[in-house]
T-cell receptor, first 109, second 110 residues
């Protein structure tokens, strides 16, 4: 299973764009990259998933370079309610098993 | 939006007792999972279940744990003889195009 490395924590202010980068140097050819958000005492919530290049949905964008050894989750114009832990997972779709430590994002007013 | 439900939301038990945690997956999903999260720690994979059998399990998922889908709808996690260190949030998840997590069951072992 590909291991992921993320910053432990990040601070931001309301209205700013936040970029969280995840390293996954030993990603396999079939692996997808998925990001989850987790609030205290709640289950992780799917944010976005991608394989290569750029994926965008209504809440975030995911940038994946050509070598796929890293990925960046971009949250546009964060609000206080985006304060959460963000996890990057790498694996075959349907078998995303290993959560790393995640990045604790604190959004300040 | 479809959702995974879990019962109970909170379970308190005495050490050595058996507990059964229940999950109702999203109806057309094919893969089912249990994860746990000890307070303040990361989410840990326990087991995945597909086509009515375990497809993968972690080293945490020892002989004290079992899973089943008794009636084709509910998906259960049983801990036969709970230990203090089993105290955690237990999350059920199901997958079709993306993985949906339930709200979790907080298990407290005294």
């Amino acid at each position: 299973l590909a291991k992921t490395t993320q910053p432990i924590s990040m601070d931001s202010y309301e209205g700013q764009e936040v970029n969280i980068t995840c390293s996954h140097n030993n990603i396999a050819t079939n692996d997808y990259i998925t990001w989850y958000q987790q609030f205290p005492s709640q289950g992780p919530r799917f944010i976005i998933q991608g394989y290569k290049t750029k994926v965008t949905n209504e809440v975030a964008s995911l940038f994946i370079p050509a070598d796929r050894k890293s990925s960046t989750l971009s949250l546009p114009r964060v609000s206080l309610s985006d304060t959460a832990v963000y996890y990057c997972l790498v694996g075959v779709a349907g078998n995303m098993l290993t959560f790393g430590g995640g990045t604790r994002l604190m959004v300040k007013p | 939006e479809p959702e995974v439900t879990q019962t109970p939301s909170h379970q308190v038990t005495q050490m050595g007792q058996e507990v059964i945690l229940r999950c109702v997956p999203i109806s057309n999903h094919l893969y089912f999972y249990w994860y746990r999260q000890i307070l303040g720690q990361k989410v840990e994979f326990l087991v995945s279940f597909y086509n009515n059998e375990i497809s993968e399990k972690s080293e945490i998922f020892d002989d004290q744990f079992s899973v089943e889908r008794p009636d084709g709808s509910n998906f259960t996690l049983k801990i036969r003889s709970t230990k203090l260190e089993d105290s955690a949030m237990y999350f059920c998840a199901t997958f079709l195009d993306e993985q949906f997590f339930g709200p979790g069951t907080r298990l407290t072992v005294l």
